[in-house]
């Protein structure tokens, strides 16, 4: 039975459906995800799987369910440094790992209630861009570049 993944990368634009045979492997779905990258990088590439810190957590699968989310990259991790009052946290994750994940990591580790965690959000430092909860940090890092600095901001408040 064909199943539909979620594929995100730093070679891809956007968020790409990839169908694939839910008991093919991971051998196949790295095949289906690399057919979707139109020029085929010089470098080896990794596949995660969202969230997880296990890189070999594809290969664990006994089968690929629908809706996966996976993340294509060419490299195994990413530095993050997360700046907020005066102070920062760094940590090393995978390509794979949310935005949202990367924050709630960023606010404990700070020691940021949850009441006030929640009015914040990560804009990428120096720039305007707040990327989403569910955006893979490895779409904002494009190899051989493998720190990502990130500011911890007031999230846009609406009045009325």
């Given amino acids: 039975m064909k199943v539909k993944v979620f594929l995100q990368s730093e070679l891809l ?23 979707k990258i139109s020029q085929q990088p010089d470098e080896k590439v990794f596949l995660f799987v969202e969230d997880e810190d296990d890189e ?22 990413i530095d993050v440094i997360v700046y907020y009052a005066g102070r920062d946290v760094r940590r090393s994750f995978r390509p794979s790992t949310t935005v949202g994940r990367v924050k709630k990591w960023a606010t404990h580790e700070m020691g940021v209630a949850a009441s006030d965690a929640a009015e914040l959000m990560l804009q990428i430092k120096g720039a305007d861009n707040r990327p989403d909860a569910d955006i893979h940090i490895g ?3 494009k190899a051989p570049e493998h720190t990502l600095e990130f500011d911890l901001v007031p999230s846009p408040r609406v009045n009325g």
């Fill in 56 to 77: 070999h957590a594809l290969e664990k699968l006994a089968q690929i369910d629908e809706g996966l989310r996976i993340h294509l990259h060419r490299l195994k991790s």
């Fill in 13 to 35: 634009s956007d968020i790409e459906v990839v169908e694939v045979e839910s008991d093919g492997g991971h051998t196949a779905l790295r095949a289906a995800c690399l057919a």
């Fill in 139 to 141: 779409t904002l890092v």
